[in-house]
């Protein structure tokens, strides 16, 4: 199905960033005043779910620590530290760590030369490859490996499989905790270790404990596992969060190892590993004390992996990695919550800054970022008064340290039959179409530049999809969701495909 749309130049909007004083005035005040009051949705829970209120609080109580069966891997705990206050924009740091250790990030996008998905529209319609990716829940999220050939999905009945694209799809590898005695549920992973290692995070629940206000088993501390892909054991654990993790990445700092995560606890944990990827040096969390729930990570393009940005309650905060601050929060993205913000190639930037108005754009580095989220439902039955959208920013860096970040809105995408009104939803680009999953078993298409709908993909069951991903060098894109299974997509035309080649 293909739809189109209409085009519109927008004058950048400017966000507005408060200081971590001005933020904590606010967050006092009265709760009623909230914009938080009311959840969009329980966390993977259907849309026809009755929506339950939540008092927003500056601080999440920690969940009461159990004690488990003790397991014959590593066990770590977390370690704080305090920081001096970083430099906001330390240019003279940040130009020798991009220089040391240039970003990899762009390497695949829909002009890179390579056999990603270049185009979606009416002349290159996209059609769904007979197969068999399924799990018996809902899958939450997925991940390839670095070199493109296994994708690995996440499912909240504590069970983590393997697929072998290469090998038509087939399932290679079924992973579950064998040795735990609690209940697990899985919402995200990475492969780390050269694809020999899986970190994987979630929620953990008391077997034998239950909670009347979760109308679920009490939920527990939730550790980060890192499995052995060979012979799927927990090689390693870490402890530092509360409630359930929502996203682990891997990374290189300075030359070393690191995990960095993020909870419903409202941390976001830094994890200093060893050459070995299972050895914790260090863990810390950083110094935040507004966060609630904490989405997705990305990091600045050109920095080192020295800052990064997060998707947290309603709003985007820029961090330092290295010293392990809150710099900025750019306020009230989303009128309830704000769950997925990433850095993107734009590919149309030029034909773009083109017909911007020369006083509306500066000199100065910047980055294209999009994110999505969730509305207050503040009409009923789950209704929301603002429409879903998804947003292209633009990240203007500092000029002089003591300056700021500036965020500005250069596009919502959005379409009266786009409805996306969940939380834990990531969408994703190839740097010129964005694809933004629904409620409705949906694929938005959203031309980046334009803001037309190009097509709508539709074959999941009528719940939510969860994730979709780009496949770097191959004409694959992968979707999973509630339904419980894996979605593949490719050029309809076999002649198209074989121009790839």
Known sequence: MVQKGTSRTKKPVVYEELSDSEEINIMSGDPGDDIDGIDTDDLLGSSDEEIRPKKKVARKSAAKKAKSTPKKTKQTQLNLKKKESPLLWDFEKTKDLAEKYPDNYWK?????????????????????????????????????????????????????????????????????????TNIDEFYCGKFISENELLAVGGKLKDRHRW???????????????????????????????????????????????????????????????????????ESTKMDDDLTCMAFTVSFL???????????????????????????????????????????VEWLDESVYLNGVNKEDSTGNQHAWFISRGAEMCDVSDGLSSKPNTCTLHKLVYPSNANDKFKLEQVQKYQHTDYHANSWLV?????????????????IFVFNMLTGQVTAIMKEHQDMEVRDVIFHPYRPLIFSSGDDGFVKVYTYKNSVKNEEMV
């Open 426 to 442: 990531k969408i994703t680009s190839n740097g010129r179409y964005i694809l933004a999953p629904t409620i409705y078993g949906q």
């Open 301 to 343: 393009p050109n920095t080192g992996n020295k800052y990064f940005i997060a998707a947290t309650d309603e709003h985007l905060r820029l961090y330092d990695f290295e010293n392990a601050k809150l710099l900025q929060t750019f306020e009230d993205i989303y009128s309830s919550y704000c769950d997925c913000g990433k850095f």
């Open 108 to 180: 695949y996008h829909a002009d890179a030369g390579h056999r990603m998905i270049e185009a979606i529209n009416a002349d290159n319609e996209l059609e769904c490859i007979p197969c068999n990716m399924s799990d018996q829940g809902p899958i939450t999220s997925m991940t390839l490996s670095s070199d493109g050939s296994l994708l690995a999905t996440f499912s909240n009945v504590g069970s983590i499989k393997i697929w072998d694209i290469e090998d038509n799809l087939k399932l290679c590898r079924k992973i579950r905790d064998s040795e735990e």
């Open 211 to 281: 909670s009347a206000e979760d109308s679920d088993n009490h939920i527990i501390p939730c550790p980060i596992k890192i499995f052995d892909i060979a012979d799927c054991k927990v090689v390693a654990t870490l402890y530092g969060h509360t409630e359930e993790i929502l996203c682990i990445k891997a990374l290189q700092f300075n030359g070393e190892n690191y995990l960095i995560s993020t909870s419903q606890d409202g941390h976001i944990m830094k994890w200093h590993m060893g050459e070995d990827w299972i050895t914790l040096l």
